[in-house]
């Protein structure tokens, strides 16, 4: 059975740090490429980042210098490193295997001061 379990998520304060991990189990994890979504209220869900699995890394262009996208195959977990958050960062975070089109459950990011 396939699992992609987020954690970390909570309230930030803007300027402040949160660190994203998305625990998978049921897959071949160190073959699967990995993406981090997001999805405000009332928008569309977005590709924050990626990472393949012979980790090559992409970002969007609102969150370049700020996130950092990582992965560590032995624990079969792959993280998002937020910092200099903004408001504008508030929203549900998702993982994704993108080679197999699964998704987490996601959790919740909010920045405000």
């Known amino acids: 059975q396939v699992q992609l379990v987020e954690s970390g998520g909570g309230l930030a304060q803007p300027g402040g740090s949160l660190r994203l991990s998305c625990a998978a189990s049921?897959?071949?994890?160190?073959?699967?490429?990995m993406g981090w979504y997001r999805q405000a209220p009332g928008k569309q869900r977005e590709l924050v980042a990626t990472i393949t699995r012979s980790r090559t890394t992409t970002y969007a262009d609102s969150v370049k210098g700020r996130f950092t996208i990582s992965r560590d195959n032995a624990k079969s977990t792959v993280y998002l490193q937020m910092n200099s958050l903004e408001p504008e960062d508030t929203a549900v975070y998702y993982c994704?295997?993108?080679?197999?089109?699964?998704w987490g459950q996601g959790t919740q990011v909010t920045v405000s001061s």
């Open positions: 049921g897959i071949m994890f160190r073959l699967c490429d």
């Open positions: 994704k295997a993108e080679s197999l089109g699964f």
